[in-house]
């Protein structure tokens, strides 16, 4: 009989906690976290007292605000400074376990605690179950994420299968021996598996359930996944310098954020955390004792949700991965960014091209989307319908323009800013 991969909690009291019990939790764990890194992890403690704060003044997520983002594109060079974490690594390197290299490069170490990359409750929650046997087809050298997902996974009951990267038809045979109920690595490659299986004309493949990650999961591919191979197909997002931080449930309606990370959504210039609900960098602290990221700006954009999610679970949501911070650009106050644009534009039919101009008119900035219309493109229905769209997704008042064929010049910038500030 299949287990019953859709409902079910794997560490129930956690995950549906109420919020006032979750900033209880995590301001505990946030206050021993900071005081541990004080005493052992000399960068640590240089951020905090270059923000004039102290271990005691660092307890809840308005006090984390007032310490500068530590970005991503920094590390290197804070790396380099203070070989080889950086200082921040609490334990000595002889008591580490493992140490990854990520591009960068940036190193990261694996400390003596078990499942610091916080994904149990992630491989459950999308179908996963104790007794499933496992491929994970990441890679196992350098980077962490074969050897920390192998981890999360025996941590909660599977057996795994540490396959690693390539080797098409090896793998196909390998997961008909062993009855592989699960998948985990990128969905191009389970894909490949599976229309590799089916060329061989052999009999279709055992897997049940999949995480995948590491690149995007258009929804078309995932029903495949789903429709046609009977394959449960769950995402997660993480990256080597902070773990796993949130992850998707039964629902597929975002991605829950684990109760080991404090995430918040920053203005990617100032790093000051937004408003539920708008776009901007996630910046994670995680709790984790030997490698402590605080305010870590992975550079990702996103937007998370508190609306309630029909699985139980209490976590807010991010809804899915919106670009890189670097793309973005402020209109009134909003950060828009290319993907939001083609968001707004695939919600009118008949939109052969477009771009978004901003623009300025006295103190006010402008926001106008450019269509040229193609075949079934009727310039009357679609300027409503995208300018709600424009109000749905960018949370701005935009004017559309329709303009004629050939006006958008090949290899435009999908937002053009034209403000000029001198
Ligand atoms: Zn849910």
Redesign the pocket.
Known sequence: MRADRLTGFYDKRKETMSAAARRRYQSAWLGELIEHAWERAPGVRRRLQAAGLDAAAVRDSDALARLPVLKKSQMPDLQQADPPFGGFCTVPTGRLRRIFISPGPIFEPMGPEVAAWHDESGFY?GGFRPGDVVMVTFSYHLVPAGLELDESLQVMGCVVVPTGVGNTETQIQVARTVGATGFVGTPSFLMTLLKRAEELKQAPLPFEVARVGAEALPESMRRVFEEQYGIITRQGFGTADIGNVAYE???K?GM?LVEDAIVQVCDPQTGEPLPTGQIGELVATVNNRTYPMIRFGTGDLTVITDEP?????TAP?MLGWRGRADEVTKVRGMFIHPRQADEVVARGAGVARYQVVVGRDGHQDTLTLRVELGAGGEAGAVRPVLEAAIRDVMKLRGEVDVVAAGTIPDGAKKIDDQRRWD
Do not use: T
């Not at 999610?309 to 679970?313: L, N, V």
């Open positions: 929650a449930c039964a629902e309606s829950h999610c029909p699985c139980g679970r949501r």
